[in-house]
């Protein structure tokens, strides 16, 4: 049974840092990309981090440029989001995807909550 399990969320003050652990398992995790997302109330989901299969490679949006930072640990199938100076405007629910081209696969997780109060 194919899983992601995140983890880590909570309530921060502005300024504060969080870090998202995402457990996988149930497929073969290191033939995956994986990545963060977050959607807010109202408001779409958007990607805040990708790490290629071997974690050599990563991308950000401006957003969370140089404040974010994404890891993967292939060996226990982990994936943690490290979040330094959070804003206000980082308050959403965060999801860990995992995803691979060929074939074709995207799971995602559940969910954790990430609240920063101003």
């Known amino acids: 049974q194919v899983q992601l399990v995140e983890s880590g969320g909570g309530l921060v003050q502005s300024g504060g840092s969080l870090r998202l652990s995402c457990a996988a398992s149930g497929f073969t995790f290191n033939n995956y990309a994986v990545s963060w997302h977050r959607q807010a109330p109202g408001k779409e989901r958007e990607l805040v981090a990708i790490?290629?299969?071997?974690?050599?490679?990563?991308v950000f949006p401006d957003s969370v440029k140089g404040r974010f930072t994404i890891s993967r640990d292939n060996a226990k199938n982990m994936v943690y989001l490290e979040m330094n100076s959070l804003k206000p405007e980082d308050t959403a629910v965060y999801y860990c995807?995992?995803?691979?081209?060929?074939?074709?696969?995207?799971?995602w997780g559940q969910g954790t909550q990430v609240t920063v109060s101003s």
């Open positions: 995807n995992a995803r691979r081209s060929l074939p074709r696969n995207n799971y």
């Open positions: 790490s290629s299969t071997t974690g050599a490679s990563t």
